[in-house]
């Protein structure tokens, strides 16, 4: 097994899975593993600058298939799903069938995070055109007051041993914050006086997170990214609330 870490770049929201599964990985393998955590459009920008990674676990779809059609990528595939939920300050009173009012209401500060640099930005963004056929002008409405709170290049960094959810909505930026679910449980796990409210079907936006490998990588790197997708990894997926590929 090579002494060389494998150079793993992945999206934010699997920070604590994604660490674990690396450790566990080692334990059996012997094989260190190196994982460089940021928003994952960001993360595909400083691939496409020369930043040496081995393996990009993405948010979505569309960044390593950017990278794959360059031809340096091998096609991505799906390894984990996760689903859009309403992190919310505890005096906001909403319900899943209620949700859309609550987003829609002048008064509410509506977070998401940085559309284009973080998948999560565009699955809210995708979740406001899905409103729009519900109620014609939502699109419009919730495209005009949404703040990008995170996910961006210049977005403000939580302090050290701060989540960046449970930060943001600790300062009170946000009344509603569209995120991730795993995201949600995370930030109301540090936070316990968060709520999280689930979105409706008519208006869940499905993640589905891809998966690449360099070409060129080393048999480690692909051993690595085959992992996740068997039964122990995928395990540690679910306890940490992702879904099944």
């Known amino acids: 097994m090579s002494s060389t870490p494998v150079a793993v770049f992945a999206a934010g929201s699997l920070r604590e899975v994604l660490t674990e599964i690396a450790r566990d990985h080692e334990v059996l393998t012997g094989q260190k593993v190196q994982v460089t955590f940021a928003a994952s459009g960001l993360l595909r920008e400083r691939i496409e600058k020369g930043e040496a990674a081995q393996v990009f676990a993405s948010a979505d779809t569309q960044h390593p298939q950017r990278l794959a059609a360059g031809g340096a990528w091998q096609a991505p595939q799906v390894f984990v799903r996760n689903s859009l939920c309403a992190l919310t300050q505890a005096e906001v009173n909403t319900s899943p069938d209620r949700l859309l009012v609550t987003l829609l209401d002048p008064a509410i500060k509506l977070g998401t995070s940085t559309p284009k640099a973080d998948p999560s930005g565009d699955y809210a963004w995708e979740l406001f055109r899905r409103a729009d056929t519900l109620q014609p002008g939502a699109y419009a409405t919730l495209d005009r007051k949404a703040l990008q709170l995170t996910g961006g290049p210049d977005s403000p960094r939580p302090p050290a041993g701060r989540g960046t959810y449970e930060w943001v909505m600790d300062q009170r930026q946000a009344d509603v914050f569209l995120t991730y679910c795993t995201n949600a449980v995370a930030a109301q796990r540090q936070l316990p006086r968060l709520k999280v409210v689930a979105v409706p079907p008519s208006l869940q936006v499905g993640a589905a997170y891809g ?15 085959q992992a996740l997708l068997q039964p122990p990894a995928q395990a540690v997926f679910a306890r940490y609330g992702f879904g099944a590929p």
């Open 211 to 225: 998966l690449t490998v360099k070409r060129d990588a080393p048999p480690a790197a692909a051993a690595f990214a």
